[in-house]
């Protein structure tokens, strides 16, 4: 789910930073696609969550002057649910279903015929006398967006006219979104203080934007509203955060492998153990986070630290082993 607040999203492609390469060849298929007075190809967004896939798909429906209806995958789970998303489509409406990966596996077929032909095959009648019957829908685009692709099957994945990457965004880049996102919300920071929030946000817009609301929040509760290295610091330190966005979670995995393991190798399930959290928190919101950004490593022999883990730990005063 997108928790953007709406008012901060860009409203156009100008002001729609970072992810350059995409954004033009989104302009040139809708450039193409009214030129030649036909309906965009199905798209399909994949990447981190955060980094603007239901933005940009906004912006495609601006900009190709077409009705967007916004769909959870999660919430497809039985035939019903996708009869009523495409029954109640208009000509040249787009979809945008968000998590498209966690649609129920078993109406995967449904949404075949759909985004090829525009028809649903139905079958009805008790088992051994069932009869297909063909529906009807209007021409449609679908925009897809997935932060787990290797979970949509590859029939699907072929029915996409294009497949595009979001990639992290650079530190200028973000520094620019949260000096945006400052004057739409009427506070005042520099550019030093938007790089510095930069910094905290991996590389994450979504995460800036947050950081920076809740910076407000402090700069009004001991500064009259007014933001300063030391609001932000003191933000920074409520929220138990630390540089590239890593949280104290994060901290306690990595002086885990550190102290505990001394930079070895470690089981999974020996790292939940001492942590006392469940092995899915571990690898869906520890390791996700951390593998990307190189602190540790993750082989068949286990989990360790890498070099870059222990000299970030080093700059917390943390002295692991080093590692040989």
Not at 23 to 40: D, F, M
Not at 87 to 97: H, M
Not at 268 to 280: C, F, G, H, V, Y
Request: with cysteine; net charge positive; proline share 4%.
């Amino acid at each position: 789910m997108n928790n953007t607040p709406k008012s901060l999203r860009p409203r156009n492609f100008k002001n729609f930073i970072g992810q350059k390469k995409l954004v033009q060849t989104i302009k040139v298929i809708i450039k193409s696609s009214q030129e030649q007075k036909k309906y965009p190809d199905h798209i399909l967004f994949y990447g981190p969550p955060g980094l603007g896939k239901t933005t940009l798909a906004e912006l495609i429906s601006i900009y190709s002057k077409r009705k967007i209806i916004f769909v959870q995958g999660s919430l497809l789970l039985f035939k019903p649910d996708i009869l009523a998303v495409f029954s109640n489509i208009s000509e040249g409406d787009i979809i945008f279903i968000d998590e498209i990966h966690s649609i129920n596996k078993n109406l995967e077929e449904l949404m075949y015929s759909a985004l090829e032909d525009s028809v649903i095959d139905i079958s009805i009648g008790p088992e051994g006398d069932k009869k297909i019957v063909r529906m009807k829908i209007q021409p449609f685009t679908l925009i897809g967006a997935t932060t787990n692709i290797s979970k949509i099957s590859q029939p699907i994945k072929d029915r996409f006219g294009l497949l595009s990457k979001f990639e992290k965004y650079s530190l200028s880049e973000l520094s620019q979104i949260i000096k945006n996102s400052a004057l739409l919300l009427k506070c005042d920071i520099n550019d030093f203080q938007a790089e510095k929030i930069a910094t905290y946000a991996n590389g994450t817009p979504r995460i800036g934007n947050r950081l920076l609301s809740r910076i407000i929040d402090f700069s009004y509760f001991y500064n009259n509203g007014i933001i300063t290295d030391k609001i932000i610091n003191k933000t920074f330190d409520y929220l138990s955060l630390y540089k590239l966005g890593l949280n104290a979670l994060h901290i306690d995995y990595l002086k885990t492998l550190a102290e505990v393991f001394e930079s070895k190798y470690a089981s999974i399930d020996a790292i939940a153990s001492i942590l006392n959290e469940s092995k899915d928190v571990i690898i869906n919101d520890i390791e996700s986070f951390l593998l990307p950004l190189k602190l540790i490593s993750k082989t068949s022999r286990g989990r360790s630290l890498t070099m870059e883990g222990q000299k970030y730990l080093l700059t917390y005063n943390i002295n692991p082993p080093k590692i040989n």
